[in-house]
């Protein structure tokens, strides 16, 4: 199953300290939703602090499963806006 994608997600991962899960989020919603301002401070502002707490795992592995993740929304998004 999907977790559930939210802004509400990306809060409590950041109140929690999951820098790198709540910047994961931010990035799915910021790319689905580009003209949220609110998303793309937050996002800015959790990409600084992981800047200074780097993430366990490599930084070029996550970027390459990031890129995925995004690309498997959007395409997800297209799908679902073909079928209506």
Do not use: C, F
């Not at 993740?69 to 209506?84: A, C, F, M, P, Q």
């Amino acid at each position: 199953m999907d977790r559930m994608i939210t802004k509400t997600l990306a809060d409590i991962y950041l109140r929690q300290g999951h820098l790198q899960e709540a910047y994961e989020i931010l990035t799915t919603l910021s790319n689905e939703d580009p003209a949220d301002l609110e998303l793309w401070i937050k996002l800015e502002d959790v990409s600084q602090r992981l800047k200074s707490n780097p993430p366990v795992l490599h930084q070029q592995e996550r970027s390459a499963e990031e890129r995925i993740r995004v690309l498997e929304t959007w395409l997800r998004n297209i799908r679902k806006r073909r079928s209506e």
